[in-house]
């Protein structure tokens, strides 16, 4: 078995245990109202973290391109309003228009 095979088995004994600490800790009680807020936080912080991270970020250093003002016209347009797909459609085309632009 190759290191990468015996890394994915890791992974996957790792994420059922993780997953299965949930009930076993719990005992079959319900969250907080506060806990159960805090959860429903994780996913926008952590989705917004790799947006920053993959438009911001290169070899370890900030980086304003094109893809910065494809975000920033995203962000305009759900501030709209816009739904997810207008919203990914606008991004996609005003960083196209930018690389076009920009050489």
Do not use: N, Y
């Not at 159960?36 to 993959?54: G, K």
């Not at 304003?64 to 996609?92: Q, Y």
């Amino acid at each position: 078995m190759s290191v990468v095979w015996l890394t994915v088995a890791g992974l996957v004994a790792t994420t059922a245990a993780i997953k299965a600490s949930g009930p076993v800790v719990l005992g079959g009680r319900e969250l907080t109202p506060r806990a159960l807020a805090v959860i429903a936080l994780f996913a926008p912080a952590l989705l917004a973290a790799l947006v920053v991270t993959e438009t911001l970020g290169e070899d370890g250093s900030l980086v304003l391109d094109e893809r910065a003002i494809g975000v920033g016209a995203a962000a305009l347009v759900l501030w709209r309003g816009g739904s997810v797909l207008p919203v990914v459609a606008v991004a996609a085309a005003v960083t196209a228009a930018a690389r076009a632009l920009g050489g």
